[in-house]
């Protein structure tokens, strides 16, 4: 038996197991390490209520604008974009006419679609986090999070390109 008083400061964690990966795979405390690993996620999941759910589904377009390949979207914008589709918005042919495709909701949208119609250059992500957070009286994190959600649905959409954190509207960078 392996002396486990020799075992490297990762032994047991949950965070850090990965039974197949190059660093546990070699290490002589792999057969021992991986049922405490997994007993430990097990009690912290119970101690703090965490119930396992994957933050990020594939999205399967039905008829997109512009057919990406499938890739996993976090929930939110697959349900932007879902959104989108239903109410026929066709965000990157209306982008390209100079026209912003969002009049009214989301607001979010609209501000992003404003701003990167009127900004040559394009638009740094932390400007567009600013303007949602003034524009529309939001929490730097609300913003932030929406930010990310408009960033993300665009690019999906073929509408923008995101370089640098910096984004522009295809055909304008």
């Given at each position: 038996m392996i002396d486990?008083?020799?075992?490297?400061?990762?032994?047991?964690?949950?965070?850090?197991?990965?039974?197949?990966?190059p660093i546990c795979s070699l290490c002589m405390f792999s057969a021992t390490c991986a049922p405490r690993s997994q007993a430990r996620r097990t009690a912290l999941?119970?101690?703090f209520k965490i119930e396992v759910k994957s933050a990020q589904i594939t999205i399967a377009s039905r008829t997109p604008e512009v057919a990406p390949t499938p890739a996993l979207y976090p929930v939110k914008v697959?349900?932007?974009?879902e959104r989108i589709e239903r109410a026929g918005v066709t965000v990157t042919d209306?982008?390209?006419?100079g026209v912003n495709p969002f009049t009214n909701k989301p607001g979010?949208?609209?501000i992003a679609c404003d701003m990167l119609l009127r900004a040559t250059e394009g638009v740094k992500r932390t400007e567009l986090c600013f303007a949602l957070m003034t524009q529309l009286?939001?929490?730097?994190?609300?913003?932030?999070?929406?930010?990310?959600?408009?960033?993300?649905?665009?690019t999906a959409l073929g509408a923008i390109t995101n370089e640098n954190g910096r984004i522009?509207?295809?055909?304008?960078?």
């Amino acid at each position: 038996m392996i002396d486990q008083s020799l075992a490297p400061g990762c032994f047991g964690s949950p965070i850090i197991y990965k039974g197949d990966g190059p660093i546990c795979s070699l290490c002589m405390f792999s057969a021992t390490c991986a049922p405490r690993s997994q007993a430990r996620r097990t009690a912290l999941q119970a101690q703090f209520k965490i119930e396992v759910k994957s933050a990020q589904i594939t999205i399967a377009s039905r008829t997109p604008e512009v057919a990406p390949t499938p890739a996993l979207y976090p929930v939110k914008v697959v349900d932007l974009l879902e959104r989108i589709e239903r109410a026929g918005v066709t965000v990157t042919d209306k982008l390209r006419q100079g026209v912003n495709p969002f009049t009214n909701k989301p607001g979010f949208m609209r501000i992003a679609c404003d701003m990167l119609l009127r900004a040559t250059e394009g638009v740094k992500r932390t400007e567009l986090c600013f303007a949602l957070m003034t524009q529309l009286n939001w929490t730097s994190e609300t913003a932030a999070s929406h930010t990310s959600q408009a960033i993300h649905a665009l690019t999906a959409l073929g509408a923008i390109t995101n370089e640098n954190g910096r984004i522009t509207l295809k055909g304008n960078g």
